[in-house]
């Protein structure tokens, strides 16, 4: 029968922070562009940690740390995952094309594709847009590909922490599928 754990033991099976900064990280690397919300991008921040991403890029007006707001949902992760804050998300494609990192957009397109049927490779780039408009016109034209995730009902999209989570972890499994020592 199942025992839940208690915290120590929770506590005791994950790594202290000098660790993972030694430990490997998956070619994933995340961005969050124009996001408005404070609690969001430290959410942002906690489950890039919880995947260990390579990178977590902040573009336009994404609050970056130190911010307490940030940090209370962040709790600590803003430690634990390699970010950079630039100001133009022309910059960005500019540095990701110069390291041949395909761009991904998570937006509803012409040519979006379910995210679970997309062909993942790896490194790759996947963006974030802001809880209002989305992912930028610009970026979403220059972007290699976009994916969505279905919405069944009356709303057409979910909170972008939200849907961060459920799109990084499928994401991360493709990874790990085919390279379980991760």
Same mark, same amino acid.
């Given at each position: 029968? !199942?025992?839940?754990?208690s915290y $120590?033991?929770?506590?005791?099976r994950?790594p202290r922070l000098?660790q993972?900064? *030694?430990l490997?990280?998956l070619?994933i690397? =995340?961005?969050a @562009? !124009?996001?408005?919300s404070?609690?969001n991008?430290?959410s942002?921040?906690? *489950?890039s940690d919880a995947?260990? +991403?390579?990178e977590l890029?902040?573009?336009g007006?994404t609050?970056?740390?130190?911010?307490? @707001?940030?940090e209370?949902t962040a709790?600590g992760?803003t430690?634990?995952v $390699?970010? #950079?804050?630039? @100001? =133009?998300?022309q =910059?960005v494609l500019?540095?990701?094309?110069q390291?041949?990192?395909?761009v991904?957009?998570l937006?509803?397109t =012409? /040519?979006s594709?379910?995210y679970?049927?997309? /062909?993942?490779?790896f %490194?790759v780039c996947?963006?974030l847009?802001n809880?209002? /408009?989305?992912? #930028?016109?610009?970026v979403?034209?220059?972007? /290699?590909?976009? +994916?969505?995730?279905?919405?069944l009902?009356?709303?057409? #999209?979910?909170n972008? #922490?939200v849907?961060y989570?459920i799109?990084?972890?499928?994401?991360?499994?493709?990874?790990?599928d !085919?390279? %379980?020592? *991760?």
């Amino acid at each position: 029968m !199942n025992r839940k754990l208690s915290y $120590p033991e929770i506590y005791a099976r994950q790594p202290r922070l000098s660790q993972v900064k *030694t430990l490997s990280r998956l070619p994933i690397i =995340t961005w969050a @562009e !124009n996001i408005r919300s404070l609690h969001n991008v430290g959410s942002i921040f906690r *489950t890039s940690d919880a995947v260990r +991403v390579r990178e977590l890029i902040l573009s336009g007006f994404t609050p970056y740390p130190p911010r307490p @707001e940030i940090e209370k949902t962040a709790l600590g992760a803003t430690d634990s995952v $390699p970010w #950079s804050y630039f @100001e =133009t998300g022309q =910059t960005v494609l500019d540095r990701l094309r110069q390291q041949k990192i395909p761009v991904v957009v998570l937006e509803h397109t =012409t /040519d979006s594709i379910r995210y679970t049927d997309f /062909d993942w490779k790896f %490194p790759v780039c996947l963006v974030l847009g802001n809880e209002v /408009d989305g992912v #930028s016109a610009e970026v979403v034209e220059q972007a /290699d590909f976009a +994916v969505e995730i279905p919405m069944l009902g009356m709303k057409q #999209s979910l909170n972008v #922490s939200v849907a961060y989570g459920i799109l990084i972890y499928h994401v991360a499994m493709r990874w790990l599928d !085919n390279h %379980p020592q *991760t």
